[in-house]
């Protein structure tokens, strides 16, 4: 035998025994919501919602179809300052159109 000293460590390796406190809050997401109107078309909506937030055909038709039978649909849910670029974007192009589309942001519970 080796006089070699064994070091015992202090505590066992592997997984603390609790979740260590975050030092930092993650920030809230924001949903962004498709608002119904009675003179956008429909596919005008299938086709802002496939070029601002890369949905599908299938996606956006979902999408738009809830908003118009419910009054309003969640399309997504982003970091602020994305949720609130992609709601401007694609309420633009609908004035650009000459459509009242509206899309508004908020943040998750
Ligand atoms: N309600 C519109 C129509 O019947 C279609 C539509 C759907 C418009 C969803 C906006 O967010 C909307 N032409």
Do not use: W
């Not at 460590?9 to 924001?30: D, F, I, M, N, S």
């Not at 982003?78 to 942001?105: C, N, Q, S, V, W």
Request: aromatic letters at 6%; proline letters at 10%.
């Amino acid at each position: 035998m080796s006089d070699t000293p064994v070091k015992t460590p202090a505590k066992p390796a592997g997984r603390p025994a609790t979740k260590p406190v975050p030092k930092t809050e993650r920030p809230r997401l924001h949903k962004v919501i498709l608002i119904n109107d009675d003179f956008t078309p429909r596919e005008f909506v299938v086709m802002v919602l496939k070029a601002v937030f890369r949905t599908t055909e299938e996606q956006a038709f979902r999408i738009m179809l809830t908003a118009h039978q419910k009054g309003v649909c969640v399309v997504a849910v982003f970091p602020r300052d994305i949720a609130e670029t992609k709601a401007t974007e694609a309420t633009d192009l609908g004035r650009e159109g000459g459509y009242p589309l509206m899309f508004t942001t908020e943040p998750e519970e």
